[in-house]
């Protein structure tokens, strides 16, 4: 092992999917770090609509290494355990444990019982995307609220910073009286290698989707109504009457998914107006982005959720689509100016942004240009890179950066 190598090991179970690897293949390049994946053997996934099986593979380079361990449970993400006592964090001897798992996520008390026993010298940063405050320690149940609140003091004595989606997860931390370093920055990012601009695929699958002479209005994720999905058909059916060469791309599955076929036959549209691909692998999702002319998510906040990182924006501004996206959410944070924005739920405030874009390329553009570069500075694995080794570097000798009041965001600086 190379003297003075900083050793990482990070836990995840969605780092079962090969695609979610990549940035930290990326990081491993820096051979001034050594990154150990730790995630389970077999993992069952609805994530995305359907259930798909992932059984990773072990790595084992000089400084890239999956490790696959049994576990408790094969799906359950917050009641899983590892049925290795120390998840070999005992022969990997690492400097410092990212744990990429919510605060109600039992994983954590195994890792601080392993730093307890064999690691004390560890550090210890986890990963938070709740908006909507820290769960369940002000449950009614006196009995729940009580173990959630030991877990919870657990996680703010045996860390030593937190990363999270965006500025209403440093809300809800902070709200919920943790007082250790936090930084925003998103934990799988867009990997531009995949998620780029290709005029290849574009034609073949433009050719392969009957789309060659669409202007194509495109989506990716669960077809949902907290997604949007059902304003979007609706907006564009409206649409159509006036623009006869539109067509729309859904790429995913969903609870909506038969309503929608539905309303294609009731609309008697033919079978390249509206186009449902079913659940589509990360991997191949590049494919399909590349045939869109603009890319829209209509996230709408509930009582129950709210959108806290929309990955499959950033994803479509990688491959220089333009956006167009509600104001739900983390949405106008992550995408400032970059998109154009519209009042979540408001779909004729959606049907006027899409009639602008359809109808002003220049504009078209302009979005797609400023997409580009923000998601490449911000949410692509090698702007994210960069900046997650100055954290690591803080986090490492106490020494933070932090953001002065007003101060544009800067990703490596701390709140």
């Known amino acids: 092992m190379t003297k003075g190598r900083l050793k990482i090991a990070i836990i995840s179970h969605a780092l079962v999917i090969p695609v ?5 293949k990326r990081l491993a390049k820096d051979t001034d770090y050594e990154v150990h994946l730790i995630v389970p053997e077999v993992w ?4 995305f609509g359907e259930q798909v099986v992932y059984k990773p593979e ?5 400084n890239f290494k999956v490790h696959p361990l049994p576990t408790t449970s094969k799906k359950n993400w917050i009641f899983y355990l590892f049925k290795s006592f120390d998840m070999r964090l005992k022969a990997i001897q690492p400097d410092l444990i990212y744990i990429i798992h919510e605060e109600g996520v039992l994983i954590h008390q195994q890792i601080y019982l392993y730093k307890f026993l064999f690691g004390r010298k560890a550090k210890v940063i986890f990963f938070s995307m709740n908006a909507l405050g820290v769960p369940g320690i002000n449950n009614k149940n006196i009995v729940k609220r009580t173990i959630r609140r030991l877990l919870w003091n657990n996680i703010k004595k045996n860390t030593d910073a937190a990363l999270v ?6 809300d809800s931390l902070r709200n919920a009286g943790y007082d250790k370093p936090i930084f925003l920055q998103t934990q799988v990012g867009v990997d531009e290698t995949l998620f780029e601009p290709n005029e290849t695929l574009k034609k073949e699958y433009k050719q392969l989707l009957n789309l060659k002479d669409k202007f194509v209005i495109g989506y990716s994720g669960r077809l949902s109504k907290d997604k949007g999905v059902d304003d979007l058909v609706d907006v564009f059916l409206k649409l159509k009457v006036a623009y006869k060469n539109i067509a729309l791309l859904l790429v995913g599955n969903g609870e909506l998914k038969k309503q929608i076929e539905v309303t294609i036959k009731k609309h008697n549209l033919a079978t390249n107006d509206i186009q449902i691909t079913g659940f589509v692998d990360q991997a191949d999702v590049p494919k399909f982005m590349n045939v869109m002319d603009i890319f829209v998510l209509g996230s709408k906040t509930t009582n129950h959720w709210i959108d806290t990182f929309p990955l499959v924006t950033v994803q479509a501004q990688a491959i220089k689509i333009p956006v167009i996206a509600s104001d739900s959410g983390s949405i106008p944070w992550q995408l400032a100016d970059s998109a154009k924005i519209y009042a979540e739920g408001d779909r004729v405030a959606l049907g006027d942004a899409l009639t602008e874009l359809i109808e002003n390329e220049n504009l078209r553009r302009i979005y797609a240009l400023k997409g580009y570069k923000r998601s490449l500075s911000y949410f692509c694995h090698h702007g994210m890179t960069e900046n997650f080794k100055k954290i690591v570097n803080q986090i490492m000798t106490d020494e933070f950066i932090f953001h002065k009041n007003n101060e544009k965001y800067t990703q490596w600086k701390a709140f």
């Not at 072990?58 to 000089?62: P, V």
């Not at 989606?165 to 440093?170: D, K």
């Open 44 to 47: 069952e996934q609805t994530w």
């Open 165 to 170: 989606h965006y500025p209403g997860c440093l």
């Open 58 to 62: 072990k790595i084992e380079t000089d």
């Open 20 to 24: 979610f690897q990549n940035r930290w």
